[in-house]
């Protein structure tokens, strides 16, 4: 049973910085390519970023400059490092993995991110 837990998000100032991980267990983290979603309220669930297990990476054009995702294969972690962080940012951030041969994806819980002076 592949299980993927968030953590690292919470309150910051506008322009501050926030490094969200995404721990995978049960699964062979090798083989996924790693995808960082949000969910703001009201609104749909968008993809900010995501890399493959080749470490080819791409964004969502808003987040480009300020957020880096990353992955540490020796320990099943995606990393999303967000700095400069502006008052569009907040949501609940997701980690999906996704073997893209079979389409099968897993779904953490999610982890507040708060934007706020």
């Known amino acids: 049973q592949v299980q993927i837990v968030e953590s690292g998000g919470g309150l910051v100032q506008p322009g501050g910085s926030l490094r969200l991980s995404c721990a995978v267990s049960?699964?062979?983290?090798?083989?996924?390519?790693m995808d960082w979603y949000r969910q703001a309220p009201g609104k749909q669930r968008e993809l900010v970023a995501t890399?493959?297990?080749?470490?080819?990476?791409n964004y969502l054009d808003s987040v480009k400059g300020r957020f880096t995702i990353s992955r540490d294969n020796a320990k099943n972690t995606s990393y999303l490092q967000m700095n400069s962080l502006e008052p569009e940012d907040p949501a609940v951030y997701y980690c999906?993995?996704?073997?893209?041969?079979?389409?099968?994806?897993?779904w953490g819980q999610g982890t507040q991110v708060t934007v706020s002076a």
């Open positions: 999906n993995a996704i073997w893209t041969v079979t389409g099968f994806s897993y």
């Open positions: 049960g699964g062979i983290f090798t083989i996924y390519t």
């Open positions: 890399i493959t297990n080749d470490y080819k990476s």
